[in-house]
Each structure stands twice: as structure tokens, then as C-alpha cells.
Antibody, heavy 120, light 110 residues
Framework: QVQLVESGGGVVPPGGSLTLSCAAS????????IHWVRQAPGKGLEWMSF????????NYADSVRGRFTISRDNSKNTLYLQMKGLTTEDTAVYFC?????????????WGQGTLVSVSS | QSVLTQPPSASKTPGQRVTISCSGS????????VSWYQQFPGTAPKLLIY???QRPSGVPDRFSGSKSGTSASLAISGLQSEDEADYYC???????????FGTGTKVTVL
């Protein structure tokens, strides 16, 4: 079945780095753009970044531009998010999401999320 | 902070109709279609409405969406206890070249 599974979350000290992964299955991963969305504890959803189907187009939210890098390996059906210079403000559950059936900006497939906790 | 504004909460009794507003600008809602998501605590969001007013397969027709100018709204008619959740609007923003989410509305069924 169609599925996105995030991994790589954990506890990291302020200023540290972490790389998240999102493994896709059940659909043609290389045909779709894919996004990262995060949710801080008790807060709302915040769009982080997207990458086009072949990786040629990327963009980031202002809050993470220059610190986070999105990439994908279509041969491995996997999306990545490299995070550097982490602060406590980056503590959140990170979801990957994509729009398969209703247009790229209507996210009908989400992963279960992976928790990143930035703490000393 | 989000560029799409929603009321923080809404509450009605079972069977009533509740409406949630989402206010944006010309660079987002005014130009692009709006989606709505439902989220229960500890779970991933679920797509409820896409293209302003379309329901994905499996979403009850109690849920409806509309858009006018730079605002959108989600209506839930015949409110049920299982509808108690957080709801978010979302769209693309041409100025930011990225997706934007609303601030979120917690719906409580009294």
C-alpha cells in the first residue's frame, strides 16, 4: 500500500546536526514532489521544505533556510532532510507528505512523523 | 508565524453546523486552491478537502469547503462527537514559493 515512513529523529544538543529520512513505498516515488512539514509540541503545522520529483527544484521556509537541506534519492525511494545548527525552536515532530491523487499541494499521503528534540 | 489566520477554537453541540474561517492574502488564497486537514492528537493530518471544495474518497459529505477572494471556510454539518479534532487550512503562497498552513482551529463537540 501507499506509505511514507520517517526515521532518524532523536535527541540532539543545541547547535547539533541530524539527518531525517522518509522511505516511500507503494507508488512511483520519482514522479512526485514531496514536502517536509513539522509540528512543535502543542503547536500548529509548519511547512518546512519541498523538493521536485527529480530534485531540480527546492525551497525552504525562512525559519530553516541556510540550516536545513532537502534531498532525495529516487533509486532508493527515499527523501532526506539534513538539519544543522539546531536550536530548541526546531523541537518538533517532522512529517513528510506528498500529493498523489489531487494535485501536488493537497497532501493526501503523510508519514507517521519522527520526533526531533533539541535539548542540552 | 502562519500567514493564514483561523479562529483558535469553535464549539457546537452534536447535530449543529460549525464553520471555520481561513483568512489569507492575494499571494496565497487569492491565487491558489485551498485544502483542509483534520488532525487528531498524536496522529498525522488527514486530507479533508482539496481544490477549495472537493472531498477525497471516503470523506463524509458533512464536510464542505468554499472559497471567496482571499478567504476560505470549512463547514461541518450534523456535527458528531468523532469530529472533535484540530482543523487546518493550507494553500500555496506564490511570494514565499512554498506551502502555508493556517493557525489551526480546535473543534469541540459540547
Amino acid at each position: 500500500q501507499v506509505q511514507l515512513v520517517e526515521s532518524g529523529g532523536g535527541v540532539v544538543p543545541p547547535g547539533g546536526s541530524l539527518t531525517l529520512s522518509c522511505a516511500a513505498s507503494g507508488f512511483s516515488f520519482s514522479s512526485f514532489a514531496i514536502h517536509w512539514v513539522r509540528q512543535a509540541p502543542g503547536k500548529g503545522l509548519e511547512w518546512m521544505s519541498f523538493i521536485s520529483s527529480v530534485g531540480s527544484n527546492k525551497n525552504y521556509a525562512d525559519s530553516v533556510r541556510g540550516r536545513f537541506t532537502i534531498s532525495r534519492d529516487n533509486s532508493k525511494n527515499t527523501l532526506y532532510l539534513q538539519m544543522k545548527g539546531l536550536t530548541t525552536e526546531d523541537t518538533a515532530v517532522y512529517f513528510c507528505a506528498t500529493g498523489l491523487r489531487h494535485g501536488g499541494h493537497a497532501f493526501d499521503v503523510w508519514g507517521q512523523g519522527t520526533l526531533v528534540s533539541v535539548s542540552s | 508565524q502562519s500567514v493564514l489566520t483561523q479562529p483558535p477554537s469553535a464549539s457546537k453541540t452534536p447535530g449543529q453546523r460549525v464553520t471555520i474561517s481561513c483568512s489569507g492574502s492575494s499571494s496565497n488564497i487569492g491565487t491558489y486552491t485551498v485544502s483542509w486537514y483534520q488532525q487528531f492528537p498524536g496522529t498525522a493530518p488527514k486530507l479533508l478537502i482539496y481544490s477549495n471544495n472537493q472531498r477525497p474518497s471516503g470523506v463524509p459529505d458533512r464536510f464542505s469547503g468554499s472559497k471567496s477572494g482571499t478567504s476560505a471556510s470549512l463547514a461541518i454539518s450534523g456535527l458528531q462527537s468523532e469530529d472533535e479534532a484540530d482543523y487546518y487550512c493550507a494553500t500555496w503562497d506564490g511570494s514565499l514559493n512554498g506551502s502555508v498552513f493556517g493557525t489551526g482551529t480546535k473543534v469541540t463537540v459540547l
